[in-house]
């Protein structure tokens, strides 16, 4: 058994970070069970020139700039789905999934909509993307325009990856809309939501703006808030009466500090609900030779937990975060369709 075969044996599903088709295939033989995308990785594919015929042909379609990278997005994502779409089948939709991100610029400094218009256009762009396609999930952020969207987004009969999650504010209004949601339909057999905690970043945070904490917390606060929200997920859905699985995905897992080893995240979440890997993390891990076992519901030292809970201010923590991450939200998509545009100058007419 391979070390990513023996992650996937502890009970976690194993998505990939990327729809590299090359990646995808290596990956689907790894154990790798659905993936998820966002305008980074659709920039860095198309920076390869791999796709230049298609960006050639949806240019001739008379596309600008932004509609090809939109075009792409979907294609390459598509690509993927069929992939995975048998463990879809398999599954009956509890696995097999690739996540699509919405349009990240409404999360911009310069969207001069309201939160109401923003979550109105999310409703709207996620109905769009997710019709006709039975592995699909629709990526929308934690942000109010975003949590505003949940409940008539899952009403309307589409699966959910709620995104940019770092604390327990921000899982509970995200699961309680999606709940409203699934309350409102009719095939509540079918309704599938997870939500993303992010991992690694709050650990990068910790250490510059927290370095107080005992030597043992440092580099933990990722793990224990991810596990206290598995934990509290797990709590909630158990009751519900909901046949699919409403989880956790353990995201940001890899590896920002050079002397962490690179199954630092993996290991600390094998057991259950999803792990979305970035192919460099995989490629570690399965070269690592380790073996995993269930590592979830394991909680660090009583010391470790108290120290954390003294000294870092999850409010604090949380804005400054999200603050962060809707730079890097947003930032990404300009820099794709920017290189569309510097590709359309190179591809012959």
């Not at 325009?145 to 709620?162: P, S």
């Not at 923590?317 to 300009?334: I, V």
Request: with cysteine; charged share 25%; net charge negative.
């Amino acid at each position: 058994m391979t070390p990513l075969q023996s992650l996937v044996a502890t009970g976690t599903k194993l998505w990939l970070d990327s729809v590299d088709p090359d990646e995808i295939a290596t990956n689907r033989a790894f154990g790798a069970t659905g993936a998820t995308s966002n305008p980074i990785i659709i920039s860095d594919l198309i920076k390869t020139g791999r796709f230049d015929k298609d960006i050639h042909g949806l240019m001739g379609l008379g596309l600008d700039d932004e509609a090809v990278a939109w075009a792409m997005t979907d294609k390459l994502v598509a690509d993927a789905m069929k992939v995975f779409e048998p463990v879809w089948t398999e599954t009956k939709g509890n696995d097999g999934w690739v996540s699509f991100e919405l349009d990240p610029l409404l999360e911009d400094a310069s969207c001069k909509l309201s939160t109401a218009e923003r979550s109105a256009r999310y409703v709207e762009l996620g109905k769009h993307y997710a019709k006709g396609h039975r592995n699909r999930m629709i990526k929308v952020p934690a942000t109010p325009g975003g949590l505003g969207a949940l409940e008539d987004l899952v009403a309307a009969g589409v699966a959910i990856n709620c995104t940019l999650i770092f604390s327990e504010r921000q899982y509970d209004l995200a699961r309680d809309a999606c709940l409203r949601g699934a309350v409102k339909r009719s095939d509540k057999e079918n309704v599938k939501t997870v939500y993303s905690i992010f991992v690694s970043r709050l650990d990068v945070y910790t250490e510059k703006a927290v370095p107080s904490l005992i030597p043992a917390a440092q580099g933990m606060v990722g793990i224990v808030n991810a596990k206290r929200l598995w934990e509290r997920n797990h709590a909630f859905w158990k009751n519900m009466g909901l046949t699919l699985d409403q989880e956790i995905i353990f995201a940001s897992t890899g590896t920002k500090k050079k002397e962490d080893p690179a199954w630092k995240y993996v290991e600390a979440f094998a057991g259950s609900d999803i792990e979305t890997n970035p192919p460099a993390t995989n490629k570690a891990v399965q070269e690592s030779g380790r073996t995993f076992t269930k590592q979830v519901h394991v909680m660090p030292p009583t010391e470790v937990l108290e120290d954390i809970d003294a000294k870092v201010d999850m409010k604090q923590l949380e804005e400054t975060l999200m603050s962060e991450g809707l730079s890097k939200f947003a930032d990404p998509h300009k820099a794709l369709i920017k290189l569309v545009t510097e590709k359309r100058k190179t591809l012959p007419a």
